[in-house]
């Protein structure tokens, strides 16, 4: 079954500390990957996506992801965090026609000032 | 351009009853799919709606049911309650729901079943 491991459940960083977010997903097929966040109070929201191409994709507010076929992973980076960063952040998979997406657990990550 | 939009956004329940949460989602979008989000969890995949089909379900027990009408909100259905399910609700919507597209959220119902 595809499911998907995200390393981290709490981070604690200070500001312009430098944030990598691990995600490991378990599919053999062609998959979709994503990153959602959701700030406090807030929906989720779309941080950032892979389809195909170059496995290094960008995001809003600075952030990026590298897609590593070989180990399956997609993890988040980011290389100075900004207190505004807190929030919980969010991987997820979709394989190609399978009209369902798999989140990770999440990664609660709080900035301090 | 509105929003995906979920009513109601809080709710109480008693363990036995049943309950119903509706999706409206955004103009044009015919993909809705609804997901349980609790503390640890994550969000896990309920099921997903197209053209009023269901398409995909995730690994929840037959008291969860849903479906989708033919202007696109949907619905789900929990019936016979229990203290699990306390969790938020989230809908997200797409146009086609293919795995290439965005997924934009609502704000989530929370249900509490006491």
């Known amino acids: 079954a595809q499911s998907v491991s995200q390393h981290n459940h709490h981070v604690i960083l200070s500001e312009a500390a430098s944030l990598e977010l691990g995600c490991n997903y378990s599919?053999?097929?062609?998959?979709?990957l994503f990153w959602y966040v959701q700030y406090p109070g807030q929906h989720l929201q779309l941080l950032l996506k892979?389809?195909?191409?170059?496995?290094l994709v960008k995001g809003i507010k600075g952030f990026e992801a590298e897609f590593i076929k070989s180990k399956f992973s997609f993890n988040l980076r980011k290389p100075s965090v900004q207190w505004s960063d807190t929030a919980e952040y969010f991987c997820?998979?979709?394989?190609?026609?399978?009209?369902?997406?798999?989140f990770g657990a999440g990664t609660r990550l709080f900035v301090k000032a | 351009k509105a929003g995906v939009t979920q009513t109601p956004r809080y709710l109480i329940k008693t363990r036995g009853q049943q309950v119903t949460l509706s999706c409206s989602p955004i103009s044009g979008h015919r993909s809705v799919s609804w997901y349980q989000q609790t503390p640890g969890q994550g969000l896990q995949f309920l099921f997903e709606?197209?053209?009023?089909?269901?398409?995909n379900k995730g690994n929840f027990p037959g008291r969860f049911s849903g479906r989708q009408f033919s202007n696109s909100r949907s619905e789900m259905n929990v019936s016979t309650l229990e203290l699990g399910d306390s969790a938020l609700y989230l809908c997200?919507?797409?146009?086609?729901?293919?795995?290439?597209?965005?997924?934009?959220f609502g704000p989530g119902t929370r249900l509490l079943v006491l």
């Open positions: 997200a919507s797409s146009f086609l729901g293919t795995g290439q597209e965005t997924q934009y």
């Open positions: 709606y197209f053209s009023e089909t269901q398409r």
């Open positions: 997820a998979v979709i394989n190609t026609g399978g009209f369902k997406t798999i």
């Open positions: 599919y053999g097929g062609t998959v979709n």
């Open positions: 892979y389809f195909s191409g170059d496995p």
